[in-house]
Nanobody, 127 residues
Framework: QVQLVESGGGLVQAGGSLRLSCAAS????????VGWFRQAPGKERGFVGG????????YYADSVKGRFTISRDNAKNTVYLQMNSLKPEDTAVYYC????????????????????WGQGTQVTVSS
């Protein structure tokens, strides 16, 4: 059974940092592209960033570019989302998702391109 489990969320002050983890079981995460998404109350789930399989190219939404970094630890079957300089508008539930076929261009944003999803972890940034 495939599972993606996010962890590392919490409450942090504006300007602070958090590192989210997406740990996989039942699949080899290095063989999948992984996307991070977030959903704030009353809003649609939106793309944050992603990392391709293989060489691990990364892609980010403009709103987080320069502040967030995605990386892999293949030995731990885990993908990370390092979030720095957090803002109150980053408050949301954060989800990781795995896609066997690496999305191309704007397809990274397409929720339907992902095969597996985690349950989400709450990130709250106070002002």
């Amino acid at each position: 059974q495939v599972q993606l489990v996010e962890s590392g969320g919490g409450l942090v002050q504006a300007g602070g940092s958090l590192r989210l983890s997406c740990a996989a079981s039942g699949l080899t995460l290095s063989r999948y592209a992984v996307g991070w998404f977030r959903q704030a109350p009353g809003k649609e789930r939106g793309f944050v960033g992603g990392i391709s399989r293989g060489i691990g190219s990364t892609y980010y939404a403009d709103s987080v570019k320069g502040r967030f970094t995605i990386s892999r630890d293949n030995a731990k079957n885990t993908v990370y989302l390092q979030m720095n300089s957090l803002k109150p508008e980053d408050t949301a539930v954060y989800y990781c998702a795995a896609a066997y076929l690496t999305p191309d261009g704007s397809n990274w944003h397409d929720i339907g391109k992902y095969d597996y999803w985690g349950q989400g972890t709450q990130v709250t940034v106070s002002s």
